[in-house]
């Protein structure tokens, strides 16, 4: 069955950086747009960043410049290197795969889903 693992989220302090990984087994990964989305205690899931199977990415404005979304397809693995956090930045971060549908930014048009990985940034 497809499995998505989520790794490297932890405790850091605003300013710093940290990259997240997200192993994917069960798919056929290349064929596959990876996103990241977070969600923050007390508020919906929001989309961060996702990259296409032909590498395009797209960012929500409040991590652009900030947050680079990449994919190794001989690893099967998309990452998530978020620099200069932010404490607003903390959340629960899941990885998705998505084969159909345009709207990147949807949840909905992801198939399958990470368990998460907690980003906590300090003030």
């Known amino acids: 069955q497809v499995q998505l693992v989520e790794s490297g989220g932890g405790l850091v302090q605003a300013g710093d950086s940290l990259r997240l990984s997200c192993a994917a087994s069960?798919?056929?990964?290349?064929?596959?747009?990876m996103g990241w989305f977070r969600q923050a205690p007390g508020k919906e899931r929001e989309f961060v960043a996702t990259?296409?199977?032909?590498?395009?990415?797209y960012y929500a404005d409040l991590v652009k410049g900030r947050f680079t979304i990449s994919r190794d397809n001989a690893k099967n693995t998309v990452y998530l290197q978020m620099n200069s956090l932010k404490p607003e930045d903390t959340a629960v971060y899941s990885c998705?795969?998505?084969?159909?549908?345009?709207?990147?930014?949807?949840?909905?048009?992801?198939?399958?889903w990470g368990q998460g990985t907690q980003v906590t940034v300090s003030s």
């Open positions: 990259i296409t199977w032909s590498h395009g990415t």
């Open positions: 069960g798919l056929t990964f290349s064929s596959y747009r």
């Open positions: 998705a795969a998505g084969y159909t549908g345009s709207d990147y930014r949807s949840q909905h048009t992801y198939n399958y």
